[in-house]
């Protein structure tokens, strides 16, 4: 029997193959937070190609599985980092953050997190930009915990104007 020390779920690389489950999960988690319309990720087209997409230079993109009823490794979740789009070279963001809802709450947000910024610092980043909407206060909760400091306006192009809520973090620092 695992103690409470064991983890529950796995990080590991986005594969190809995770393609259709995570654009599933994104499209499943924004709208139950109000984010499904113009200037959300919900509708970027690398939502259907996240392997792809994030196969970029500097990039770096995780799934997070566990293992269902019967022994199956299922993503439940997943997120990532990539150049800020129209920012400066050392700015990175992080970028689609989502779990259903059956990963939530067993410290899956902070591992991958921590994933996340470590591979930002070994793609030489020295801040992390992060765009959210009001009403996710797990998530808000989660990024200040890790460091991130509220900032007044966004940054970069990123096409999210449905977002209202930025943080950054310097990565200086762990």
Same mark, same amino acid.
């Given at each position: 029997?695992?103690?409470?020390? /064991?983890? /529950?779920?796995?990080?590991?690389? %986005?594969?190809?193959?995770?393609?259709? +489950?995570?654009?599933?999960?994104?499209?499943?988690?924004?709208?139950?937070?109000?984010?499904? =319309?113009? !200037?959300?990720? %919900?509708?970027?087209?690398?939502?259907?190609?996240?392997?792809?997409?994030?196969?970029?230079?500097?990039?770096?993109?995780?799934? %997070?599985?566990?293992?269902?009823?019967?022994?199956?490794?299922?993503?439940? !979740? =997943?997120?990532?980092?990539?150049?800020?789009? !129209?920012?400066? +070279?050392?700015?990175?963001?992080?970028?689609?953050?989502?779990?259903?809802?059956?990963?939530? !709450?067993?410290?899956?947000?902070?591992?991958?997190?921590?994933?996340?910024?470590?591979?930002?610092?070994?793609?030489?980043?020295?801040?992390?930009?992060?765009? /959210?909407?009001? =009403?996710?206060?797990? +998530?808000?909760?989660?990024?200040?915990?890790?460091?991130?400091?509220?900032?007044?306006?966004?940054?970069?192009? /990123?096409?999210?104007?449905?977002?209202?809520?930025?943080?950054?973090?310097?990565?200086?620092?762990?």
């Amino acid at each position: 029997m695992p103690n409470s020390a /064991t983890p /529950t779920f796995l990080i590991r690389p %986005i594969e190809a193959r995770d393609d259709a +489950a995570i654009a599933a999960i994104i499209r499943s988690v924004m709208p139950e937070f109000g984010a499904s =319309g113009c !200037g959300f990720a %919900i509708n970027d087209p690398e939502v259907d190609w996240m392997h792809r997409a994030y196969a970029e230079p500097r990039s770096a993109y995780f799934v %997070i599985e566990r293992n269902d009823a019967s022994g199956n490794a299922v993503v439940e !979740g =997943g997120g990532g980092i990539a150049p800020l789009s !129209g920012g400066d +070279a050392d700015t990175c963001e992080l970028r689609k953050m989502y779990f259903l809802p059956s990963l939530r !709450g067993l410290g899956a947000g902070a591992a991958l997190m921590a994933r996340c910024l470590d591979a930002a610092r070994a793609s030489g980043f020295q801040r992390c930009y992060l765009e /959210t909407l009001t =009403g996710m206060d797990a +998530a808000m909760r989660l990024y200040e915990r890790s460091g991130f400091r509220r900032i007044d306006a966004p940054m970069g192009a /990123t096409g999210h104007g449905g977002c209202n809520t930025f943080y950054l973090r310097e990565l200086a620092a762990s």
